[in-house]
């Protein structure tokens, strides 16, 4: 059974930066796409970022725009969500998640796409 393994998280003022790490426990054939999710409480879990391994390709969300990277190291199985200018609505737990199947477009966030997900990391910012 793969697992993900988030790390990275952490308590950080606004206006600062975390770098997110997710690595799998193996490698996962077919393994089209990589994401980040987050989910405050009370609030519905939502897409922030996704990758897809063989292209490069990135997806981003409209509130995380210009300010959140995604990029990945298949060699070690991780990718990665780099975070600047965090702000306090950014606060949530950060899920990563991945896709063995091809996405269309307009389902890219959409979380049952996704057969893999880590446990989380939480993202604490402080104004």
């Known amino acids: 059974q793969v697992q993900l393994v988030e790390s990275g998280g952490g308590s950080v003022q606004a206006g600062g930066s975390l770098r997110l790490s997710c690595t799998a426990s193996e490698y996962i054939p077919r393994r089209y796409y ?7 409480p009370g609030k519905e879990r939502e897409g922030v ?13 409209d509130s995380v725009k210009g300010r959140f990277t995604i990029s990945q190291d298949n060699a070690k199985n991780t990718q990665y969500l780099q975070m600047n ?11 990563c998640a991945g ?18 997900w880590g446990q989380g990391t939480q993202v604490t910012v402080s104004s």
Do not use: C, H, N
């Not at 990589?34 to 405050?40: E, Y």
């Not at 996405?103 to 966030?109: C, K, N, S």
């Open 34 to 40: 990589m994401g980040w999710f987050r989910q405050d």
């Open 49 to 61: 970022a996704v990758i897809y391994t063989i292209g490069g390709r990135t997806y981003y969300a």
């Open 85 to 95: 200018s965090l702000k306090p609505e950014d606060t949530a737990m950060y899920y």
């Open 99 to 116: 896709a063995i199947t091809p996405i269309a477009p307009d389902m890219i966030f959409a979380q049952s796409e996704y057969t893999y």
